[in-house]
């Protein structure tokens, strides 16, 4: 079964970085677009990143476009979301999603999801 | 930005009353409008993609109608385990942008 597995979330200062990861299994993930999904504490879904199957395709929601990079491995069944510049508002859950493969765009599987948490 | 708005916020119901949440595209998304399920503590589930398409191993009493700008997702005989709070997505364009989500509950 499709299982993704989020990684690297903590602690940090604004304005320092982070790099999350997902592991991917249980599917042939290099034939998958993927996303990064963020949730703040108490509230509503944030789409954030997406990147093609082949990663050359790649875009990101407006407050997070040149502070973070997403990127993926296909030969390590992985996905990443590197974060510099943080900011306050960039703590949240942050979800690494799967499209689905009979119709492009939409979500059919998450992970848990990993805890970023900026705070001095 | 496609901005999405949902309504009501929040609502209350009875076991087996019909629930029907609203979702409004700024701009025409075609069938690129989904729904999720969010249970408290837990990851999303997609209920319904593209508009009117039943998730697998999502139960019938969801369903889900609308083009263009105006969507609804229709819960028949609501049931204890859908408690959630419920969100709509359009992925027409970058950025996808989800609704403020609509919280379910007795």
């Known amino acids: 079964q499709v299982q993704l597995v989020e990684s690297g979330g903590g602690v940090v200062q604004p304005g320092r970085s982070l790099t999350l990861s997902c592991a991917a299994s249980?599917?042939?993930?290099?034939?998958?677009?993927m996303q990064w999904v963020r949730q703040g504490p108490g509230k509503g879904l944030e789409w954030v990143a997406l990147?093609?199957?082949?990663?050359?395709?790649?875009n990101y929601e407006a407050s997070v476009k040149g502070r973070f990079t997403i990127s993926r491995d296909n030969s390590k069944n992985a996905i990443y979301l590197q974060m510099n510049g943080l900011r306050h508002e960039d703590t949240a859950i942050y979800y690494c999603?799967?499209?689905?493969?009979?119709?492009?765009?939409?979500?059919?599987?998450w992970g848990q999801g990993t805890l970023v948490t900026v705070s001095s | 930005d496609i901005q999405m708005t949902q309504f009501p916020s929040a609502l209350s119901a009875s076991v087996g009353d019909r629930v029907t949440i609203t979702c409004r595209a700024s701009q025409r998304v075609g069938s690129y409008l989904h729904w999720f399920q969010q249970k408290s503590g837990k990851a999303p589930r997609l209920v319904i993609y593209?508009?009117?398409s039943l998730e697998s191993g999502v139960p019938s009493r969801f369903s889900g109608s609308g083009y263009g700008t105006d969507f609804t997702l229709t819960i028949d005989s609501l049931q204890p385990e859908d408690v959630a709070t419920y969100y709509c997505?359009?992925?027409?364009?970058?950025?996808?942008?989800f609704g403020p989500g609509t919280s379910v509950d007795f």
């Open positions: 990147i093609s199957y082949d990663g050359n395709k790649k």
């Open positions: 249980g599917f042939n993930f290099y034939n998958y677009d």
């Open positions: 997505q359009q992925t027409y364009t970058t950025p996808y942008t």
């Open positions: 593209a508009a009117s």
């Open positions: 999603a799967k499209e689905k493969n009979s119709y492009k765009t939409v979500i059919d599987h």
